[in-house]
């Protein structure tokens, strides 16, 4: 270990951001961690010269665990770890950017290829999508700079330069690296136990691949499977503008670049499933501003929750925030939100739709899990533990035939744990929406004055806001040191300030790493009422006294 200070800022109540001398000390610190765990520590993330490391969220809050990563940080580099591997990776030297990298360079392309190829990679860290690693350690005769306009599509499997890095696209993403080859390595697969090929301090070299390569794409998107003859499910007969399965996410994978992604409103989604008698993890659906039609295929309890949006059943009204009980052929509509971005749908037993990497969740950001619904996608139900305990009766359920309507859970006798539910019905939104907030750990690139700036703003959300990131408009912020920072590890509600000056915060489907300075730390509940926030909704910061 470096006798060079190390030191340790909050991120938010529930993760802190350790930062190291070097990148290999952050490679040591890591495995060091990994074979050794400090209790409340959830998850580490690399970053090019930090690790972020987010907390248990039912453990201590940050002040209490400072101290137990301080007693690890001097056993870095004296437990036995693993050896960082050595990876060799086969390339087609036919990409679309190898003539002007050649160019730049002073080089000719064959130049490029053996000097590419003599050289040794380190995996400084991952991020961005999953499995694509940053491979620092290039030769600066290979340094030439991203392009001016990225992409908006480079194939899984292109071999990239940037800087003074390399990298491998593991799935067809954007991206702005100036692409020599491609090659068939499968950079990432989740049907894999370690589903990232590459980690944190591996070795990495390429080599001339004698003949053609093929794609080195592995599957992320995994297709809903049909519900199974007489398993019960829920027909979709219209999406509306976006309809997707969500749960509380993919926790514990930021490591290898997958995002957690899951519900953007996690109150809203926990009451649904409490509501019905779910965990609170069952699958929900999560609907974008509605209207959203759908036909029931089984006798279930069924709760709205999320924005404020009308709910008819079989034509009736019906109540959100409260347990229904439908019967078989039933058609639920849910209108379109009259306040509010996001609606959620549960039903008992949650939605049986394939299990990625711990989570039912679709990844808007990567493409992980099952893709958005359609116009006719069945959706399968899960066992109901009421239903085989024999609480729900088909002949309870309802009071006409099949399709009749909606019947308030507790009329028919069933005993609903609402007294457990979390959220409830969103509060009448004030014309300000107060945001809950902690100085994060970049917040010295601010200034005094830029703090200032930041909370005394009345910020307006940008139309261009979505699931990834929550885009603000108002007065720009200056600050004091413009620019960038090392990549570093990111959470939820983390606040970034990119150059221009309007602040980004990071919603559930955010990438695990980012490269703007993070000057707040939005907490959980106030991320919950940005996910239902509208475009043009006046928001202000509100931080804790100091």
Known sequence: ??????????????????????TGDVHRLWRTLRVRPVAGVEEIVAGASSLLLRLDPA????????????????????????????????????GPDLEAVAEMCGLSPQEVVERHGATEYTVAFLGFSPGFAYLAGGPGALSVPRLDTPRPSVPAGSVGLADEMAAVYPQSTPGGWRIIGRTGTVMFDPARNLPALLSPGDRVRFHPATGDVSS???????????????????????????????????????HMGVPAAGAADRGAARAANQLVGNPDGAAVMEALTGPVRLRMRADRLISVTGA???????????????????????????????SGLRIYLAVSGGFDVPVVLGSRSTDTLSGLGPPPLRDGDLVAVGPDRRTRNGQLRSDRVGTGPPGSGPVIGREVGLELPALRVTGGPPRERPDVLEIRARWGPRDDRLGPSGRLALASTEWSVSPRSDRVGMRLDGRALSLVHPGGVPSEGMIAGAVQVPPAGHPIVLMRNHPPTGGYPVVAVVDDLSLDDLAQAEPGTRLRFVFPPT
């Open 59 to 94: 453990g201590p809050l940050v002040p209490v665990d400072l101290s137990m990563v301080a007693k690890a940080l001097p056993e870095m580099g004296e437990i036995d770890t693993a050896p960082p591997r050595a990876v060799t990776i086969p390339v087609s030297y036919d």
């Open 1 to 22: 270990m470096t006798s060079e200070p190390v030191r340790v800022r909050p991120v938010g109540e529930r993760a802190v951001l350790v930062e190291l001398a070097s």
């Open 308 to 338: 404020d949006a009308p709910v008819t059943v079989d034509g009736l009204p019906a109540r959100r925030y409260t347990a229904l009980a439908l019967r078989s052929g039933s058609e639920l509509v849910i209108g379109r939100c009259r």
């Open 216 to 254: 080195g794409a592995g599957r992320l998107s995994h297709p809903l499977t049909p519900p199974s003859p007489g398993q019960p499910a829920v027909l979709v007969l219209d999406r509306g503008p976006h309809l997707t399965v969500q749960d509380l996410g993919r926790q514990g994978w930021a």
